[in-house]
Structure formats: structure tokens, C-alpha cells
């Protein structure tokens, strides 16, 4: 069966680039962030770090099935630097990121068009540097079967996905399996733990709790 290969991407590292603009010194945080509490943390850390600096724009984006994001200028013209640092992650389709841009004045002013490229530039090349990590949301299960059922479950939870890794097997009075397997197998592979429940070859199954894994 086909299996899709990832439900959603963010960034592989976090990282900090730093970039020389008409004199003004932009350094882009690049950050990962997976609720909204990741998020002002991590905030707060690059903000406490650069207080001396003009400006400290960021954007973020989060979620899995649905995306949460939000972006300030903090005291730059209106739409000149959260904006473009969300396009970037938009435009990469990440999720679970934070950017923060900061920008210590030159003396030099950049205009609205300066600005807009200034920022973007920045937390491009900083999503850059950090790479794109690619990820599957994975549901959890648990067979109780006998014996016999081991080669046909160990060819079940193989062909829906799941790596040697993603498969513990122990071995007492019953044979028990746990495995992680792409949530976009799961109801096929419920369909068919539900058939050999039905069938009396398996004794048990559960599961089906979302985790996320790279």
C-alpha cells in the first residue's frame, strides 16, 4: 500500500544567521516551537539576549492539521518586517517555527521596500542554514496475539509503514507488539486488526494515539 511520505515539515536545526544591510546589523533566530508557550519562551530568551537592539520583528507558525501564526513589526513600519519574515516560512510550507529577526540601526534608513527585503532576506537565509526536517504524525498500537500470528503480524505492520525500529516485540505467554505507524495507514491497518480480532486470530489490539515523529 502507498503511505505518504510526511504529514508536515519544520525547521531541522535552530540556528542564528547574522547579515550586514546598508549598514545595519540583521540577525536571524530561527527557532522550533511546538505550542504556543514554546513560542514565547523562546521569544523572551532572543529578545532578553538583544534588549540593546532597534528592533526584534518576528513571525511564527504552528500546528500539524491546521496552522496557528502571527507576526509583529515591534515599532517598524506596518507590514515591513513580520510580514515578510512569515512569507518565508509560508513559503517553504513549515510548521512549528519561530523567526525572530533583529536589527541593530546603521544609520542608514532603508525605506519600505528596503525594510521588506531586509527582513525577508534574512529569514530566508536563515530557514536556509537550518534546513527543512520532514515529519509524520504517527499512532501508536498495542497486538496481544498468539504465537502462530507472528510472521503475518510482523508482514501486517511492515506493508502499513512501520520500520524495524517502530516494532518491539515480547515474547511471554502470549506474544504482545507494540508499533508506531503513519497516521495515514491507520484505518486500514484498524480495519484489518478488527478482521483478525473477528476471525479469533489475534486476542487483542488498541491504540491509536497520535505522536510525532521525524
Not at 28 to 35: A, E, K, N, P, T
Not at 79 to 104: C, E, F, H, Q, W
Not at 133 to 148: L, Q
Request: charged fraction near 25%; glycine fraction near 10%; hydrophobic fraction near 35%.
Amino acid at each position: 500500500m502507498n503511505v505518504n511520505l510526511f504529514d508536515y515539515k519544520e525547521p531541522a536545526s535552530e540556528v542564528v544567521v547574522e547579515m550586514k544591510i546598508s549598514k545595519s546589523r540583521f540577525l536571524g533566530h530561527v527557532r522550533i516551537c511546538r505550542s504556543e508557550d514554546d513560542v514565547r519562551m523562546k521569544l523572551r530568551e532572543v529578545c532578553d539576549l538583544h534588549k540593546q537592539a532597534t528592533h526584534n520583528c518576528w513571525a511564527y507558525r504552528i500546528g500539524e492539521d491546521s496552522y496557528r501564526e502571527y507576526f509583529s513589526d515591534d515599532g517598524e513600519p506596518a507590514g515591513t518586517a513580520g510580514k515578510p519574515i512569515l512569507g518565508a516560512i509560508a513559503r517553504l510550507d513549515l510548521s512549528n517555527t519561530l523567526i525572530v529577526v533583529t536589527r541593530y540601526f546603521g544609520g542608514i534608513k532603508l525605506g519600505v521596500r528596503g525594510l521588506i527585503e531586509a527582513y525577508g532576506s534574512t529569514a530566508t537565509d536563515a530557514l536556509n542554514a537550518s534546513g527543512v526536517s520532514e515529519r509524520t504524525i504517527r499512532n501508536m498500537y498495542r497486538v496481544v496475539a498468539p504465537y502462530d500470528m507472528v510472521k503475518t503480524l510482523h508482514r501486517l505492520v511492515h506493508s502499513h509503514g512501520a520500520a524495524e525500529e517502530d516494532v518491539l516485540f515480547e515474547y511471554g505467554e502470549r506474544v504482545g507488539i507494540t508499533c508506531s505507524l503513519p497516521r495515514s495507514s491507520g484505518n486500514q491497518f484498524e480495519n484489518a486488526l478488527e478482521e483478525l480480532l473477528n476471525m479469533g486470530r489475534i486476542f487483542s489490539w488498541n491504540g491509536g494515539n497520535e505522536i510525532g515523529k521525524p
